[in-house]
């Protein structure tokens, strides 16, 4: 048999569209997804799911109502369900996103920033 | 409020001890673990879940029964649910582990790389 691991910098050579997440592996019903932000996302939250980010390249702050966070490459945050956050990058910045299958990456929101789900890469 | 990015870097210099993990973030009933491997674990598998495999530093070589895969810095890989695996790194390696909390590193495997579980960093 052969096994094949998955390797971020390959997968991320081969789009260029900003805001478009695309699944690289799944784990149980959670998906793994790369991701390339360059400025402003809207504000929305997810009612059933915390959801998780991990910065690979770049620079990803993500604002609160109340506060916000900076993640820099090497660095990790999970949002809490439910709590209401806009993310932006300045530059562009590689993301990876965790979050179970299904999850739409406006939350309830719809717009422009809404993008095709399971979309695999 | 203030909101905290968790730092890899950070989080592997509190600690030297190899085949330890140490919860680093919970995303629902999911945890993050960091971990340094060197030299040889156990077969073992995990009749209830797919176990996430992601290398921040160094090289890790997993064997299965039929094959293997080597995953180095930058790449991840999903062991199946239920698969015999026995991970294997040559020199010390920095690896993330994502699995759902409870989750026993050795599987129904107990001996002496069984590590005790929920240790927060």
Chains 1, 2 share one sequence.
Do not use: C
């Not at 998780?52 to 109340?66: K, Q, Y």
């Amino acid at each position: 048999m052969s096994y094949q691991a998955i390797n971020f910098a390959q997968k991320f050579a081969l789009f260029s569209e900003q805001w478009q997440p695309k699944v690289v592996a799944e784990m149980n019903d959670y998906q793994f997804k790369v991701v390339k932000l360059q400025g402003d996302f809207i504000w929305h939250d997810h009612q059933d799911t915390d959801e998780t980010f991990i910065v690979l390249e770049g620079e990803l702050r993500i604002d609160f109502r109340d506060g916000a966070v900076t993640i820099g490459a090497g660095e990790m945050f999970v949002v809490p369900k439910g709590l209401e956050h806009k993310p932006y990058a300045e530059q562009e910045t590689k993301v990876m996103i965790i979050e179970p299958r299904g999850v739409k990456n406006t939350g309830h929101e719809d717009g422009e920033r809404t993008a095709d789900n399971d979309v695999w890469i």
